[in-house]
Every structure is written in C-alpha cells, then in structure tokens.
C-alpha cells in the first residue's frame, strides 16, 4: 500500500465522537467476485449484488489489482466511449497513463487520482506506460464511477489530475491512523478535485489494534470497502476482511477497527470508503453509458457510432506491447 503517506504525529487529528453522536450500523456485507477488464488485468467487482438504491450516487466500483506483473504482462484498456458520469481512477501502486478527447491526459503516479467527467460524451484511454509493460511490477488501484445529476448529463468533458500530494491528511485522536482524503470534505478537512455530485471519498490505514471514529456528513450514504487486511466496522463490530463491501445506514459517526493480528502481506486493515448526497433519480448503465431513459442510453450509442462522442486525437497513445 504505498499510496502517500505520513508520520501520524505531525498530522491534525479527528476529534473525539460526541457521546451523543450516532454511530452508523452495517445493514450488509458482500465479497467481491473477480473479474476481468479491459485487456484482460484483473479486477474485483466491488458492487456485486449491492442494489442501486443503497449505491446511489454511485454506480459501479472495481478494484484493479493487487497484482505483480511479469515484464510484458501489464494491461489496459483501448480507447472508449462513456457519458452521463464521472470517473475516479484512484492509483495505489503503478502508474496509469489517461489521454481523451477532449484534450486532458498525464501520468497517474502512486497516490494520485484522475477525475473524468464524460458529461455530454469523450473517448478515452488508460493503459500502464511502455516502462512499466516492459519492466512488469506491483499494480493496484480503484476505480469509482460517480452519476451525474440529470441536468447534468450533458454538460462538457472536464479532466482533474490530481496527484497524491494534493490530498488532505488527517489521523485519529490517538494516532493510530491515516485518513487520505481523495475527494469531497471530512470534518472540515477537503480533498482536491471538483465533485459535481455532493460525495466525500476517503483511504484510510489503520495500524493493529486501532480504532477510528469518522465523523460523517448525516445526509450521505456511507460504503466501506477492504483493500487488505481484517477488522470491523459499524456500532456493532461487524467483521470485515479484504475483498468485502459494507453498506452503512445513516448516521453521524463511521466507526473502524483493526484486528490486533493482520494478514502477513498487509501490516494495518486498509479501507477505501466513500459516500455521497443520493440523487434519488432514475438510472439506466448499459456499457459505457449511465443515462437517466433506455431512449437515451440508444441515443448515446447512436451518437458514439456517428463520431460525436469526440475523435480519437491525431497523437493518440495506444496500449504498449513488449
């Protein structure tokens, strides 16, 4: 887990939860099955089973990875299309390049994050670069796929690279953890990037042994999923291991625990958790599209086919082969 990182004691910390304050509770936990994308790199479908009503804002989550490439076996994707959403690629170990259409691209590095909004439509890539293909080495990483409020569907393409550096880093009251705040706002502590949809998104370490409690804005949902290690979570201890969703009920403090004894390829319980204002609107994903009618998922499959989702650009990378 070598996302950015820092000693916990120059950090600022979270204050202690208010006696008062509502813990949230599991209402369920799902394992993710594994899967492949792209080119064929493996992922693990975080979401699996979990209805849209507990998801929304979100709809669609795949951890990429934790995999150890031989030299030449680093993959993909080709170039392709997407609309009405956003996507946040979230880079853990390895490096990701993004190019689009719509002229944003760069070099995702350890610890940063690439903000795609389609919006009214683009074409895009992301492959690892030819250094990486031809060396091999550890990749890992998520990527989250964020609705777009119906008035919102159309509007322009827009890309953020934001890197590792640029995040918000908090610890707990007794400096037992890390809380790297990716996007949106915790506890007054914001994350880089612009959300077009209201959402906190967070990865948090927490060493053996200990216990964080994350305050949590009381009208967003709140999904808790395990990048590695074991421990609990929710008022009542609810266990959770690499590999496992948890969806929250609603309250006002997220509370985390670390098993005071962790899987030996993972020393602390590592936590991607996420939550988000629910638009409460209907919601059609077909491939590449998430629209709000099947009119409009045919439309923009029609669109794509008619070249106006954008054009691949004349100086277009393409997936390196050793």
Do not use: C
């Not at 612009?194 to 948090?204: E, Y």
């Not at 999904?223 to 590695?228: E, N, R, S």
């Not at 690499?242 to 390829?265: C, F, K, N, P």
Request: net charge negative; aromatic share 8%.
């Amino acid at each position: 887990m070598a996302a950015i990182t820092a000693d916990p004691l120059t950090l600022p910390r979270l204050a202690t939860a208010s006696a008062i304050a509502e813990q949230r509770q599991v209402k369920s936990v799902i394992t993710a099955p594994q899967a492949f994308e792209g080119e064929g790199f493996p992922v693990k479908r975080a979401f699996f089973g979990i209805s849209q009503a507990d998801l929304d804002p979100f709809i669609h989550m795949d951890q990429m990875g934790e995999v150890e490439y031989a030299p030449g076996e680093p993959k993909g994707t080709p170039w392709h299309p997407h609309r009405g959403f956003e996507t946040f690629t979230y880079l853990i170990d390895g490096q990701f390049i993004h190019q689009d259409s719509n002229g944003g691209g760069g070099l995702i590095l350890d610890g940063g994050t690439q903000y795609m909004t389609a919006g009214n439509g683009i074409l895009h890539i992301e492959t690892p670069p030819a250094a990486l293909v031809e060396a091999g080495g550890l990749f890992h990483g998520l990527q989250l796929w964020i609705n777009l409020p119906r008035a919102k569907k159309r509007i322009d393409p827009q890309y953020q690279d934001l890197q590792g550096k640029d995040s918000a880093l908090i610890t707990s009251a007794d400096g037992g953890a890390i809380l790297r705040v990716l996007a949106g706002e915790i506890a007054g502590h914001k994350g880089p990037g612009i959300s077009h949809t209201p959402l906190s998104i967070a990865h948090l370490t927490l060493a053996p042994g200990a216990q964080i409690d994350i305050p949590w804005t009381p009208s967003f949902n709140s999904i808790v999923y395990a990048l590695a290690g074991q421990g609990t979570v929710g008022l009542e201890q609810r266990p959770l291991h690499s590999g496992q969703t948890a969806v929250m009920v609603y309250g006002d403090t997220l509370r985390i625990t670390a098993s005071e004894s962790q899987e030996s390829r993972s020393p602390n319980f590592e936590l991607f958790i996420i939550g988000g204002e629910p638009l409460r609107e209907p919601v059609v994903a077909y491939g590449p599209f998430v629209m709000s009618t099947k009119e409009e998922i045919v439309e923009a499959f029609e669109d794509f086919q008619a070249g106006k989702l954008g054009v691949i650009p004349a100086n277009a990378i393409q997936p390196h082969r050793a």
